[in-house]
T-cell receptor
Framework: KAGVTQTPRYLIKTRGQQVTLSCSPI?????VSWYQQTPGQGLQFLFE???????NKGNFPGRFSGRQFSNSRSEMNVSTLELGDSALYLC?????????????FGQGTRLTVV | QKEVEQDPGPLSVPEGAIVSLNCTYS??????FMWYRQYSRKGPELLMY????GNKEDGRFTAQVDKSSKYISLFIRDSQPSDSATYLC???????????FGKGTTLSVSS
């Protein structure tokens, strides 16, 4: 069974630009959550999409947004990039219902803002 | 006070040692407790998943949750050099999402 797939693996962007990251969940998982990992703050929850609707949101500014498609694939967008947005962005998929509700992570997209 | 506290280490042990990792938390609404292992430049890999209090064992790994003390632990028996990684505790109120992570403990197992 294929795992969570994130593309691209690496990105370099300039301050002020915007970026879109993609996440394909494990087959059958309808929940996709996004996280930001930095050396200073660790892993922090951004938001969750379930059945194409944002269900939960962390404490991040509105520059961070996302969406989910009918096949459960999700995209995250960051607008007006700042140097502090440099991080490893991880997505995790889960069934969110039933007995097995574990969250499985992808390998991440490493974003560098210069 | 952070919601989840985890000693960052580093922790260095010889091969074959028993390793004890732990986290404390402040939010009594947490119901789901997890341990992840993360190698450098990789995504977190789920090791153990526990709902509510109790113990769970899987091979060389044992996870314990004590909700009354707001304390969770991970024990690794017969540690191997391949166990060298960062170990992250995580917990949440909701199943499968909105995980709150500790900062991670870096473990090094020497042969």
């Amino acid at each position: 069974k294929a795992g969570v797939t994130q593309t691209p693996r690496y990105l370099i962007k300039t301050r002020g630009q915007q970026v879109t990251l993609s996440c394909s969940p494990i087959s059958g998982h309808r929940s996709v959550s996004w996280y930001q990992q930095t050396p200073g703050q660790g892993l922090q929850f951004l938001f969750e999409y379930f059945s194409e609707t944002q269900r939960n949101k962390g404490n991040f500014p509105g520059r961070f947004s996302g969406r989910q498609f009918s096949n459960s694939r999700s995209e995250m967008n960051v607008s007006t990039l700042e140097l502090g947005d440099s991080a490893l962005y991880l997505c995790a998929s889960s069934t969110r219902t039933g007995g097995n509700t574990e969250a499985f992570f992808g390998q991440g997209t490493r974003l560098t803002v210069v | 006070q952070k919601e989840v506290e985890q000693d960052p280490g580093p922790l260095s042990v010889p091969e074959g040692a028993i390793v004890s990792l732990n986290c404390t938390y402040s939010n009594s609404a947490f119901q789901y407790f997890m341990w992840y292992r993360q190698y450098s430049r990789k995504g977190p890999e789920l090791l153990m998943y526990t709902y509510s209090s109790g113990n769970k064992e899987d091979g060389r790994f044992t996870a314990q949750v004590d909700k009354s003390s707001k304390y969770i632990s991970l024990f690794i028996r017969d540690s191997q050099p391949s166990d060298s990684a960062t170990y992250l505790c995580a917990m949440s109120e909701l199943a499968g999402t909105a995980l709150i992570f500790g900062k991670g403990t870096t473990l090094s197992v020497s042969s």
